[in-house]
């Protein structure tokens, strides 16, 4: 009775250590103000391609801004914090990333918009444990989106399409909590 206990014990403790966080989350925001990431992305100015890139002011990690439309060109402008841009068109779909592979728990940024401008737009966080995509409404001047993550969930990546409405630029990136990348698993050595 005592040893069917002990196992029954060790089965249970042995699942909940395998098992996925119940709470992992990413919780989207659409305004200002309710994530406070710590660093704030900064374009190395004069870049343009399909990929600009960016570098945050206190740990200096890379942040790669990806276009996702075909023929697309971006161009990256430094204003203080970043600001990009597609290049003779309004930039319809983008995607940033940090670089070297690594995650972060917080994000905001500025879709901006001109005046008397208004469309859709779908915004989709990449997380460890999966991904989240919300569809808000644009309206002129600032558009305001931010992510916190919990559980254990980090965000991998950040895209957005406003299926040809377009914006004028993504502008004042911010991210936080960032968490270096994973490093490769070891290569054993050839045995002898």
Sequence with gaps: MMASRV???????????????AAAAITIFNSAGNVQPSEN????????GQTVFGNTNNTNTSVSFLASGAGETLAGFANGQARVEAVGSPLDSLRFFLTNGERFGEVEFDLHKAAGDTGTVAVTFFGSFGTETRTFDLGNGNNWFAARTD?????????????????????????????????????????S
Excluded: H, K, M
């Design 7 to 21: 196992l029954a014990s060790i089965a249970i403790a042995a699942a909940c250590a395998f098992a996925a966080p």
């Design 41 to 48: 992305v900064l374009i190395v100015d004069g870049l343009t």
């Design 151 to 191: 559980g254990g969930d980090l965000i991998t990546a950040v895209a957005f399409d406003t299926s040809g409405s377009g914006v004028d630029d993504i502008r004042q990136v911010r991210l936080g909590a960032i968490e270096a990348a994973a490093p490769p698993p070891a290569v054993p050595e050839p045995a």
